[in-house]
């Protein structure tokens, strides 16, 4: 009996080895994890995290991803307070560009791009312009004349002050003579009831929030090469004239406390996470175009989009009080 107890022991610890070495190989933490949102729920930030959760928990079983939100300042009440977070790779957060280089520039936030640690970029989703599916602005250039009709009267809502639809609205002004009003909301959770519930005019938003919103909002552009396979019928700007091809990343960060093999260890998780088949059906389905920078790669790609979106910025005059 003492021989079965033992045998029986050791298969299990060998067992808990195997499972153990198994979750170290794929980079699994070995505690539950902490995502942190800059945005309310119901947007396209959430959505990501959402995907995430569920392909992380087939792929680490043993561990949980705890979404949590503190959202504020379009993002800005979480990037200026994550370093305040523990650095044990337990507590990531998810980041946005062009935000994180607008806001700091504009001065109404308590942080610097330089206080951002970016470990992993993981979507990036095309600027739209959307309205009501009740709207009587059934095309683009109904809604130009429209903008024209009357300046100012158009009233377009967007995720956050000095965000990309902030600046995608202030380009689309300037590049089609219009004068239109940005009303920013917390997140594009929140300006989602404003836009389906017929309270603005329109959106510029992403081509996520057109696809996952079909039937209730209808797209007039997108700013893409070529047209989204998913709205095969909107145009992108360049076929309206204007050489637009633009939008958002998203990603996660860490405080800055967080050891480099920790950074490097979720950099190759999320990458492996990006990899999975699931993830790829998930993000197609929502229209999030997949993209993978990882660590290695992360201080050319700051120092190339830092460099673009300050001139973009000082270009539109977001900067300027």
Not at 182 to 209: E, H
Request: aromatic letters at 8%; glycine letters at 10%; a positive charge.
């Amino acid at each position: 009996m003492n021989f079965r107890i033992a045998t029986y022991a050791a298969a299990s610890f060998v067992a808990l080895a195997l499972s153990a070495t198994s979750a170290m190989a794929q980079g699994c933490p070995d505690k539950n994890v902490n995502y942190w949102q800059a945005f309310p729920p119901g947007g396209e930030s959430d959505l990501s995290a959402r995907h995430q959760q569920v392909v992380l928990k087939k792929k680490c079983p043993a561990v949980d991803t705890i979404i949590q939100y503190r959202a504020g300042a379009g993002g800005g009440l979480m990037w200026s307070q994550m370093n305040q977070l523990p650095g044990d790779g337990l507590n990531i957060v998810g980041v946005n560009l062009p935000h994180i280089v607008f806001q700091p520039i504009e001065g109404q936030v308590q942080y610097k791009t330089a206080d951002v640690t970016p470990v992993f970029w993981f979507h990036f989703t095309p600027d739209a312009l959307v309205v009501p599916d009740a709207s009587p602005h059934k095309t683009f250039q109904d809604f130009i004349a429209a903008a024209k009709k009357d300046p100012g009267k158009m009233s377009l809502g967007g995720s956050g002050l000095n965000s990309a639809n902030h600046a995608s609205h202030e380009r689309l002004n300037a590049a089609f003579n219009i004068k239109s009003t940005y009303v920013p909301y917390k997140g594009t959770g929140d300006m989602s009831l404003a836009v389906v519930g017929n309270q603005i005019d329109g959106a510029v938003t992403y081509t996520a929030f057109a696809i996952n919103n079909k039937g209730k909002v209808r797209a007039l552009a997108v700013a893409m090469e070529k047209r989204h396979p998913l709205l095969p019928d909107v145009p992108t700007f360049r076929e309206l004239g204007v050489d637009w091809v633009d939008g958002a990343y998203r990603g996660i960060g860490v405080p800055k406390s967080t050891p480099s093999a920790e950074r490097k260890r979720l950099s190759d998780l999320w990458a492996a996470l990006n990899n999975e088949p699931e993830m790829k059906e998930l993000a197609a389905k929502s229209g999030f175009e997949l993209v993978n920078v990882g660590v290695d790669q992360m201080d050319a790609f700051m120092k190339d989009k830092t460099k673009l979106y300050t001139e973009g910025a000082q270009r539109l005059g977001l900067g300027k009080k």
